[in-house]
């Protein structure tokens, strides 16, 4: 286990995080006593092929999912230790989330629906008008913000929904399969995005994405298969997202996964 001050000083800390669902009269363990940590401005990507857990982990970490062992710590906050309400309200100020499928609100402006989680909160808008700005011009949608979502563009969605979940400034931003309902241009913008977002704004950001392409965006990627975590490589070691696949697949067919301890981070 991490000591306190380890765990307070990351924005995400998973210990021994084994999570259980039953189908009929069978239980399926869909994480295994995964471990790993994620530091300051870090952009992390976990890949794994379907049904390896990816997307289980990442409902973990954004405390969607109860777990049957282990912990998830987000800026020193252990969830497990959360009621339902105070869960709910961590999460809305301290955990971005981006999905696939948008998840806008097709009646509200893309101002509006990125506010959204501030007026949720209770708050007034205005707090955090300087910020909606910034981020309205950091990713190009300042001349969009008074359209509705069925009046923008797939890409200009997504921005939408990036926004969102930077608007209250979390220590966590977590994505599922981003650019799973893009084009693979607008793909690559988005990742090229959310990369430039951890280097020059210092965002911590981990995307759950079978997509090399996407991964390879990423400073470091954690792989699992059978809910277990594999191994863990930083992107740097290769020259494009075709190099980063190949050395993907030679993981993800090895035989044997490394212990419930997994990759520091």
Sequence with gaps: MSSPSQIVSKPLVVERVTKRFRQGSSVVEALKGVTLQVEPGEFVAVMGASGSGKSTLLHA????????????????????????????????RRIGLVFQ????????????????????????ESEVKPRLDLLLDRLGIAGRRGHRPDA????????????RALITNPALVLADEPTGSLDSVTGQLICELLRSLCVEQGHTIVV??????????????????????????????????????????????????????????
Excluded at 101 to 124: H, K, M, Q, W, Y
Excluded at 152 to 163: F, H, K, N
Aim: charged share 20%; hydrophobic share 45%.
């Design 61 to 92: 970490m954004a405390g969607l999912t109860r777990l049957d062992a282990g912990a998830v710590i987000v800026d020193g906050q252990d969830l497990s230790r959360l009621s339902d309400s105070k869960l709910t309200r961590f999460r809305r």
């Design 101 to 124: 499928a948008f998840n806008l609100i097709p009646s509200l402006t893309a101002e509006e629906n990125i506010t959204l989680p501030i007026v949720s909160d209770g708050r007034s």
């Design 152 to 163: 923008l563009s797939g890409g200009e969605q997504q921005r939408v929904a990036i926004a």
């Design 208 to 265: 759950v994405t079978h997509e090399p392409a996407v991964a390879a965006w990423a400073s470091r990627v954690v792989v699992l298969r059978d809910g277990q975590l594999l191994s863990e490589f930083p992107t740097s070691e290769f020259h494009n997202a075709q190099g980063l696949a190949a050395h993907y697949l030679e993981i993800a067919n090895c035989p044997a996964p490394l212990s419930p301890e997994g990759a520091k981070l």
